[in-house]
């Protein structure tokens, strides 16, 4: 397995490769990252001079040097997780989603095309496609919109994205799909939902919530604090991206849930409790920091998964609790303070 991660100095993305590197299956692995305000290769520091690791910063925007790193690289699998992926920043400015999360992805689709169906068309004889080759693209559950107060999303649930972020993602699914059913390329896509855990750049609630704790700053929460997200611990996440990739359906999606639901103000409270418990020199009462401010221009109000299938076929499920991840959680980034400081001291 020649493996190609894109996004892979992002949270998710550093988090798989740290997971896979020494598996036996991979040959090679290539971070293809460009390096925005997200993606650091502080967080690879542990992998960066593994023997089977390469890193090419390149932009998905840049098809022609997308092309070239498919081919020079002899890429047999993909795990494609590179995109913009903040819904506030794409409110702001949706120009970049659109162009990395839909036009790059077309990019690296058509390299994967030429470079593993030279004829154009999969062949059901040649030994060089099925599982030889893999694309596995990683989504969101947000492309399925807002859900009411009971119910799962599965992998048959509608598409409404209410965000251009979103938008931008379920517009990368359907060309994932649609490679896959016109062209026959390999592929499979999974959707989860909200990831936490170590190497989360600070601007989601998680972290920035641990943050400003610190800081003895407002805590900001949107609206009143019930929106509901299902939570799935980041090293759960990778495994089941793994056993996806090597032993998913061609052509099907799997919804990947931490089983967890929980609201905003119930997720802040309970960070807000442990980091008294952690470091009780900041004095306590932590949760007189939170401010409740106007809520998100289309924020959905709900997202929970039914991880149904992952299991049935693939046996995934995760091995964290949420109470067991949220420690975890909060523990490292109270003791990894210094990488806080230089992820978030760049321009």
């Given amino acids: 397995m020649n493996l190609l991660v894109t996004g892979g100095a992002g949270f998710i993305g550093s988090n798989l490769i740290r997971h896979i590197i020494e598996r036996p299956e991979v040959d090679m692995l290539v971070n293809l990252d460009c390096l925005t305000y997200a993606g650091h290769l502080e967080s690879l520091d542990e992998v960066a001079r593994h023997r089977k690791y390469g890193f090419a910063k390149v932009d998905l925007r840049d098809g022609s040097v997308v092309h070239q790193i498919v081919h020079d690289c002899r890429i047999t699998h993909v795990a494609h997780l590179a995109a913009e992926s903040h819904v506030d920043r794409s409110i702001d400015g949706p120009a970049d989603f659109i162009h990395t999360n839909i036009l790059g992805t077309f990019h690296l689709l058509e390299a994967c095309r030429s470079a593993w169906l030279p004829a154009g068309q999969y062949d059901s004889s040649s030994p060089s496609t099925g599982l030889s080759h893999r694309f596995h693209h990683v989504s969101t559950d947000e492309v ?3 859900l009411g107060p ?11 994205p209410n965000s251009p972020y979103s938008a931008s993602k379920a517009s990368s699914d359907m060309l994932v799909r649609a ?53 799935l611990y980041v090293g759960d996440h990778v495994d089941a991206l793994w056993q996806v990739l090597i032993r998913g359906r061609d052509g099907e999606t799997y919804n990947i849930g931490g089983g967890t639901e929980c609201t905003n103000i119930e997720l802040v409270g309970m960070i807000c409790d442990l980091v008294d418990e952690f470091m009780p020199a900041l004095g306590g009462n932590s949760r007189s920091l939170i401010s409740f401010v106007g809520d998100r221009p289309g924020h959905d109000f709900r997202y929970a998964i039914d991880a149904s299938r992952i299991r049935g076929e693939l046996g995934w499920s995760p091995a964290h609790t949420f109470a067991r991840g949220i420690q975890r959680t909060v523990r490292w980034y109270l003791e990894h303070q210094e990488w806080i400081r230089a992820v978030t001291s760049k321009p």
């Fill in 144 to 146: 399925y919109g807002s």
């Fill in 150 to 160: 009971c119910g799962y999303f599965t992998e048959t649930s509608p598409y409404a």
């Fill in 179 to 231: 490679y896959h059913h016109t062209y026959g390329l390999p592929a499979v896509i999974t959707n989860c939902s909200n990831n936490y855990g170590p190497y989360q750049f600070p601007e989601k609630l998680i972290p920035k919530t641990i943050l400003r704790i610190l800081d003895r700053h407002a805590i900001p929460v949107y609206g009143n604090g019930m929106n509901v997200r299902d939570w």
